[in-house]
């Protein structure tokens, strides 16, 4: 049975993400969480910040279409909310200071290849 095209485009997209936040020295806790508001993308750790992170991927064939256009105050609050849960769950987490929830916009090209990466940091 053929997947989802797009929930194999958010895959790849969180996957490319996941690939940047190790280059910068962060390690996977868990990716795709369910809580009660919905699902985190990917948790991520530094040894000091646990990190929420919000992937949207978009195509670099859509004109006009911006990965940023489904991220309004809404999901901003819901993120915030799955983060409290993770927080506040029995789930196996590092213990560190700091805690940011941050988003990430992929675009790929037809092939998959990354066209463009951006990442703003506690971005709620």
Same mark, same amino acid.
């Given at each position: 049975?053929?997947?989802?095209? $797009?929930?194999?485009?958010? $895959?790849h997209g969180e996957q490319l993400a996941l690939d940047h936040y190790r280059r910068l020295g962060f390690g996977l806790v868990t990716r795709n969480h369910r809580t009660r508001h919905g699902e985190i993308d990917l948790i991520v750790c530094d040894g000091r910040t646990l990190v929420f992170a919000e992937v949207k991927t978009r195509r670099a064939l859509r004109p006009g279409a911006s990965a940023w256009d489904s991220l309004h105050e809404r999901k901003r609050v819901q993120v915030r909310r799955m983060a409290r849960a993770f927080l506040a769950s029995d789930m196996p987490r590092p213990r560190v200071p700091d805690v940011r929830c941050d988003a990430v916009a992929v675009i790929v090209d037809a092939t998959g290849r990354l066209v463009r990466l951006e990442h703003v940091e506690d971005a709620f």
């Open positions: 049975m053929p997947s989802d095209p $797009r929930q194999e485009l958010g $895959r």
